[in-house]
């Protein structure tokens, strides 16, 4: 689990939907509570804070747009990513207008939810750190106006003064007219002029906004921040053109009214690089999370988490999912005569053929020890058997030679076949089903493909 842990919520009025999302995020290294009621959602808001929520659209009690403004009222700098099943133009606007992070349309696979979390995430970080300043800057402008005792407004003023200063990014801020009263140090620096210089400028003299002008004042018109807006400053020092990220926020007094805009900027110049990497790096703890470090297939727990997302989506859509068992035949004799790293090869070898037979959508996955099994979605039990038996005659036909000048091995598979929804309506059912045939097929004789329970004689071989 990830030390800097985040408390995520799961709003989905179905158990097994609740279950596949709980589990994907725990693939992830996240940790979910999990409810089934929109007003059981807001509740477990109002009670703690949660750093992102994924909320299912459709809920029987309160419509999920409903929903989300309302935790976003309770808890603005709570992430919220709308999740859906059937998706439509007017309920993404909602979802936009209510200041939903994403909208993901059901189903998707792993690598979309971790890349939406992962930016979630980042944004309520920067979000929390903006928070922090405008404090800072609104406190400030509070004793200002107020005029504390001598003594206490003068300290408080020069602590606040001090934050502002040596704050690393550089801040401008602008009154409601949009002329730059406040720059930092940070911002001379990034700028390239005086702070006297810039303040009574415009403030888009200095920060290219372009055709977005209109788009980003027309947000800060309705809503507090706009976050992660990337442009152009220009030092007028040097006339180098830089790369920044800017959060804008909207200023406001001690009686909330509005007295103008503060811009975070920060030089990405560098950091872009460093974010690469780093998100190079994440990519593979998320590919580690869920991959066997053998055979670089799937690993068994991101299996039973497809299993379960491609059973419900064949359910809802009225479709066919087929689930093959794999065991190679003879597996152990390999391991004991040549040893356990001759063996892994050998493991390799079979997940190249096995992934060789499968289309892009298909999941393969080590089931543990010397067992394999392929999430097939969208297929029926005939195609399945198709799909099994070009498996198993690939195999048969793999030249594999074992260390020490030794005559190649002989390899083949016992598969068994399992469909959805005749042979099983829930995941384990689907599992139990496959793992019996699969067992039938090795008691016959091995090497061959059983789709059928009690017709040995029908097994292919």
Not at 127 to 145: G, I, M, S, W, Y
Not at 150 to 156: F, G, L, Y
Not at 421 to 449: F, H, M, N
Request: charged share 30%; hydrophobic share 40%; aromatic share 4%.
């Amino acid at each position: 689990m990830r030390a800097d842990a985040h408390r995520f919520l799961v709003v989905d009025d179905d158990p097994d939907i609740q279950q596949v999302l709980v589990d994907l995020l725990f693939s992830l290294g996240y940790t979910a509570d999990a409810v089934g009621l929109g007003r059981d959602a807001i509740d477990r808001v109002r009670a703690a804070e949660y750093d992102l929520v994924l909320l299912d659209q459709a809920l029987p009690d309160i419509p999920g747009a409903d929903v989300l403004r309302q935790i976003k009222h309770i808890s603005p700098n709570t992430e919220v990513i709308i999740v859906t099943g059937q998706s439509s133009l007017d309920s993404a606007i909602a979802a936009v207008r209510f200041d939903a992070f994403d909208y993901l349309e059901k189903p998707f696979g792993v690598g979309v939810l971790a890349e939406a979390v992962e930016k979630a995430i980042h944004r309520r970080r920067g979000r929390l750190e903006e928070h922090h300043r405008l404090e800072a800057l609104v406190r400030q402008h509070e004793l200002e106006r107020v005029g504390d005792t001598p003594t206490r407004a003068a300290s408080d003023r020069a602590l606040w003064e001090s934050v502002v200063r040596d704050c690393p990014d550089a801040l401008v801020a602008a009154g409601t007219d949009r002329v730059i009263r406040l720059a930092n140090d940070a911002a001379v620096r990034l700028i390239g002029l005086p702070a006297s210089e810039m303040v009574g400028r415009p403030i888009e003299s200095l920060i290219e906004l372009g055709e977005y002008e209109d788009l980003v004042w027309g947000a800060l018109d309705t809503r507090d921040s706009l976050t992660g807006f990337e442009t152009f400053i220009v030092n007028r020092c040097t006339d180098r053109r830089i790369p920044v990220e800017i959060n804008w926020s909207v200023l406001r007094d001690g009686d909330g009214m509005r007295i103008g805009a503060l811009a975070v900027c920060r030089d990405v110049t560098v950091t872009r690089p460093l974010l690469h990497v780093m998100n190079e790096a994440n990519q593979e703890l998320q590919a580690l999370a869920v991959s066997d470090p053998v055979t670089g297939l799937y690993n068994h727990r991101h299996f039973q988490a497809a299993l379960r997302v491609e059973v419900e989506r064949a359910r809802r859509h009225n479709r066919s999912t087929s689930l093959l068992m794999i065991d190679v035949d003879l597996f152990k004799p390999i391991n004991d005569t040549y040893g356990h790293a001759f063996g892994d090869e050998v493991l390799r070898e079979l997940a190249r053929a096995i992934e060789g037979e499968l289309r892009a959508t298909d999941v393969p996955c080590r089931y543990g020890g010397d067992e394999f099994a392929v999430v097939l979605p969208e297929t029926d039990a005939d195609e399945a058997r198709r799909v099994a038996q070009r498996m198993l005659d690939t195999v048969r036909a793999l030249p594999v030679r074992p260390p020490r000048g030794s005559e190649a091995l002989r390899l083949s598979l016992s598969i068994g076949v399992a469909t959805y929804p005749e042979d099983g309506e829930t995941a384990g059912d689907l599992i139990a089903s496959a793992d019996s045939r699969l067992y039938l097929a090795k008691q016959s004789g091995r090497s061959q493909v059983a789709a059928e329970t009690e017709r040995p004689g029908s097994l292919a071989r």
